[in-house]
């Protein structure tokens, strides 16, 4: 049967954007997916261009910013920054490396409760944390969460990217992480920034997406966000979107202003425009890229019984490995059974 | 039709929506976020239903009870009190 794609008069606004408000960084991991694909580096949006900004997304009726860069907290008025979020009623979600926080600026995040904080821990093991990570960096980290939790910080998660390295460790540590009392977020290794040169190295194989398929239908509890409807179960769909946000729901807001539809597709063809030439909305609701991406559709797919489940799965490692935003997901599940999933290897 | 009949025909309800519960109008209708699990729930009720805001950044949902539209709106008003996205009227 072939399945009707769903159309999708785009919503007025973004439910979330996530924010990269720093490319400083004092990690050097060996998958950031933000590494290397900014031109200007050290541009950054000051302080009165970040607070302009906030106020049109609460104009906006934005739901959620997530923070992200670089190391946000590297970035010395971002407290200010959230705080300012925060007095606009607008939740943020802060993904940190988790190795720079002092006990004055815990206790600060703790007196927070818009805030969450999403720490980067990829391995229950020093060896293969630091491995990805950098020498001493499991250590580090945490002890950035031992800190936050003692401050009185609880609404935290571990969030890992799931690569060939640490694939056999996600049981481990989910239990590091219920030794914390916080959640494990899994999230998806995608071929951008130096996750390109890494990609054939860390990706997963078919029997191990195949696994992490069935670890995920049996740990609802895990989190995702969402990136890996490819290969969700059933039993996930209630769970979040099944399908991909990247200009329907949410777009990607650089260090500099720079907009995109998703942290993951920052080629030049993506580029919307920038917030301090005009109105997110007006990138929003009319930039070529971002329209082109909300007209994708991936044939292939329709026919298949999955579709409900991943309408054809994440445009952006179609595109890195097939050049094709309308290719079919190559790492979803239903079409590599009893095969390797196709990877052109073209990254 | 007389005027305190019409006034009972077009009967207002309004429900709080809780702090944890951020919404918006769309044009399919509204579009509400639970912060507590991240959750989006679309409801395509066009312009049944409406948004008020209060001081403080409270919301109400408003919802005018039409001769035409009184069981869609109870069915679609029930489904966010069930979900929890907006408190008794």
């Known amino acids: 049967m072939k399945h009707r794609p769903a159309t999708w008069d785009p919503l007025r606004a973004p439910v979330n954007v996530t924010w990269e408000i720093t490319s400083k960084c ?53 407290v200010d920054i959230l705080e300012y979020a925060h007095s606009k009623g607008i939740p943020t979600c802060v993904s940190t490396n988790g190795t720079v926080h002092g006990a004055s600026l815990a206790h600060r995040l703790a007196g927070m409760p818009l805030l969450r904080i999403q720490v980067s821990l990829d391995g229950a093991t020093a060896a293969t944390n630091d491995a990805i990570r950098g020498a001493g960096t499991f250590e580090r980290i945490l002890d950035g969460i031992a800190l936050l939790l003692d401050q009185g910080f609880s609404n935290l998660s571990i969030n890992t990217v799931v690569t060939r390295a640490n694939y056999g460790e996600i049981e481990a540590l989910c239990a590091l992480a219920r030794q914390y009392g916080i959640k494990t977020r899994l999230s998806r290794f995608r071929p951008s920034g130096n996750a390109r040169r890494a990609w054939l190295e860390y990706r997963l194989d078919s029997g191990q997406l195949a696994g992490l398929s069935e670890f995920l239908s049996a740990h609802r509890e895990v989190l995702t966000g969402d990136s890996f409807f490819s290969i969700a179960g059933e039993n996930r769909r209630d769970l979040g979107l099944n399908i991909c946000g990247a200009a329907r729901m949410t777009c990607s807001i650089l260090p500099d202003g720079s907009v995109y539809p998703c942290a993951f597709l920052r080629d030049e063809q993506f580029y919307g425009g920038s917030i301090t030439r005009e109105p997110l909305e007006e990138i929003w609701l009319h930039a070529p890229a971002f329209n082109r991406l909300r007209s994708v559709r991936v044939e292939a797919c329709e026919s298949c019984s999955r579709f409900s489940l991943c309408p054809g799965g994440c445009p952006a490692v179609a595109h890195f490995l097939f050049k094709s935003l309308s290719h079919a997901d190559p790492e979803c599940i239903a079409s590599f059974r009893g095969q390797e999933p196709a990877y052109a290897g073209t990254v | 039709m007389s005027t305190d009949a019409a006034r009972f025909m077009k009967r207002e309800i309004r429900c709080a929506v809780p702090p944890p519960v951020r919404v918006r109008k769309e044009a399919f209708g509204l579009l509400f976020y639970n912060t507590q699990d991240s959750r989006l729930t679309f409801v395509k009720s066009r312009d049944l239903l409406q948004i008020e805001t209060l001081p403080h950044r409270g919301k109400r949902i408003v919802a005018s009870l039409g001769p035409a539209s009184q069981m869609k709106v109870k069915r679609l008003l029930e489904h966010l009190l069930k979900k929890g996205l907006i408190g008794e009227a």
């Open chain 1, 26 to 78: 004092n990690l050097r991991c060996r998958h950031c997916l933000s590494a290397g694909v900014s031109e200007n580096q050290s541009a950054e949006l000051s302080f009165d261009q970040c607070r302009a900004f906030i106020d049109e997304l609460d104009r906006m009726e934005i739901f959620q910013i997530n923070f992200g860069g670089g190391e946000p907290f590297l970035r010395e008025d971002f």
